[in-house]
């Protein structure tokens, strides 16, 4: 079992930078895909990207590719986002979670530990 703490939400401009991170206890870690997903006000929750097990491949959805970048340190158990450009449709609330099935789960259904999530608030 892994638990998921996410960090690093805020308030920035249209354009500007963010970087989350999701921190997860337990020493099994890499043994698990990594995924990012949002969901927006009065939306369905969406992926955004997803690493493997080993950190090497990476899948984006295609509202983000080219601005946002998932990568993970299996040494420090966490997860990261980074976040460039962002744009007002950014705007959701952020949540990692973990998985157990091998290659780049995209689907919720594929994702058995959720964290509780951090708020992300692009301006205009």
């Known amino acids: 079992q892994v638990q998921l703490a996410e960090f690093g939400g805020g308030l920035v401009q249209a354009g500007g930078s963010l970087r989350l991170s999701c921190a997860a206890s337990g020493r099994t870690f890499s043994s698990y895909a990594m995924g990012w997903f949002r969901q927006a006000p009065g939306k369905e929750r969406e992926f955004v990207a997803c690493?493997?097990?080993?950190?090497?491949?990476?899948y984006y959805s295609d509202s983000v590719k080219g601005r946002f970048t998932i990568s993970r340190d299996n040494a420090k158990n966490t997860v990261y986002l980074q976040m460039n450009s962002l744009k007002p449709e950014d705007t959701a609330v952020y949540y990692c979670?973990?998985?157990?099935?091998?290659?780049?789960?995209?689907?919720?259904?594929?994702?058995?530990?959720w964290g509780q999530g951090t708020q992300v608030t692009v301006s205009s």
């Open positions: 979670a973990a998985s157990w099935v091998l290659g780049f789960p995209r689907l919720e259904s594929e994702y058995g530990y």
């Open positions: 690493t493997g097990r080993s950190g090497v491949g990476l």
